[in-house]
T-cell receptor, first 116, second 114 residues
């Protein structure tokens, strides 16, 4: 089966610019996650969607980050304006659902963002 | 609150020797525990999980992990390491009584020396 697709693979921008990341989850996966992974740290959840509804966005910096999941399938994550501390790998993951045996996440290769 | 700790940033082991990557956790209820692996230039891949049942969980690529409730640990093990096992290993936990999502550890870089 096809995996989680993410693009772009790398992005370099200057601070105060905007950037967008795209994710296409595995077909049939209802739950989609965006994580931020800063070098030397574990992934931190930014936002979780169940179909096209937001389940958890408690750690999303809403003054600059936004995300949407179009028709419960593809998703985009946007940063506007970017700060130096946003430099990280942005990971998209999907799962069949949540809870117990559904809680197996499939990750994309990530987008490495460098803010200069 | 839930948390997970991986006390070693780096583990080196000789090929053919057994390997252990350590993980300890803290939850209020019962834990759901996971191990993921990240090879260079690849996304995180699921290795194994503990939800309930046997304390010894077997996963992909010959890896296994032992759930120890009294020590709140979920160490990853393999009897004989391969050079191709060199990767970043990340432990994750979720409290089954909480609506919170997975909390990931900071990862342990495993290097298997030929």
């Amino acid at each position: 089966e096809a995996g989680v697709a993410q693009s772009p693979r790398y992005k370099i921008i200057e601070k105060r610019q905007s950037v967008a990341f795209w994710c296409n989850p595995i077909s049939g996966h209802a739950t989609l996650y965006w994580y931020q992974q800063i070098l030397g740290q574990g992934p931190k959840l930014l936002i979780q969607f169940q179909n096209n509804g937001v389940v958890d966005d408690s750690q999303l910096p809403k003054d600059r980050f936004s995300a949407e999941r179009l028709k419960g399938v593809d998703s985009t994550l946007k940063i506007q304006p970017a700060k130096l501390e946003d430099s990280a790998v942005y990971l998209c993951a999907s799962s069949l659902g949540t809870g117990g045996n559904y809680e197996k996440l499939f990750f994309g290769s990530g987008t490495q963002l460098s803010v200069l | 609150a839930q948390s997970v700790a991986q006390p070693e940033d780096q583990v080196n082991v000789a090929e053919g020797n057994p390997l252990t990557v350590k993980c300890t956790y803290s939850v209020s209820g019962n834990p759901y525990l996971f191990w993921y692996v990240q090879y260079p230039n690849r996304g995180l891949q699921f290795l194994l999980k503990y939800i309930t049942g046997d304390n010894l969980v077997k996963g992909s690529y010959g890896f296994e992990a032992e759930f120890n409730k009294s020590q709140t640990s979920f160490h990853l093990k393999k009897p004989s390491a391969l050079v191709s096992d060199s990767a970043l290993y990340v432990c994750a936990v979720r409290d089954d009584g909480s609506a919170r999502q997975l909390t990931f550890g900071s990862g342990t870089q495993l290097t298997v020396l030929p």
